[in-house]
């Protein structure tokens, strides 16, 4: 069933138009779909989950390297947790 989803979406997307509203909806759902999955966590982390959330944005943007980014926040709620 999963996989069928997945192939319906694929052949569905090739229906849609290229172009207006749509375009600028397509567009904009990867960043939607990973906000939805950050912003819960981020909140019920609190202020220093905000932080860490800040920080690792920052650093994913000035150096581009995700994995280093990623492993500040942890440590920023880590030691946030541990003080």
Request: hydrophobic share 55%; charged share 10%; net charge positive.
């Given at each position: 069933?999963?996989?069928?989803?997945?192939?319906?979406?694929?052949?569905?997307?090739?229906?849609?138009?290229?172009s207006?509203?749509?375009?600028?909806?397509?567009d904009?759902l990867?960043?939607?779909?990973l906000?939805?999955?950050?912003?819960?966590?981020?909140?019920?982390?609190g202020?220093?989950?905000?932080?860490?959330?800040?920080?690792?944005?920052?650093?994913t943007?000035?150096?581009?390297?995700?994995?280093?980014?990623?492993?500040?926040?942890?440590?920023?709620?880590?030691a946030?947790?541990?003080?």
């Amino acid at each position: 069933m999963t996989y069928l989803l997945r192939i319906g979406g694929l052949l569905l997307a090739s229906k849609l138009p290229a172009s207006g509203r749509v375009k600028y909806f397509m567009d904009a759902l990867p960043g939607t779909i990973l906000l939805s999955l950050i912003a819960p966590g981020v909140f019920s982390a609190g202020l220093w989950g905000g932080i860490a959330a800040l920080s690792t944005a920052v650093c994913t943007y000035k150096t581009g390297n995700v994995f280093f980014s990623m492993i500040i926040g942890v440590v920023i709620v880590a030691a946030s947790r541990l003080f």
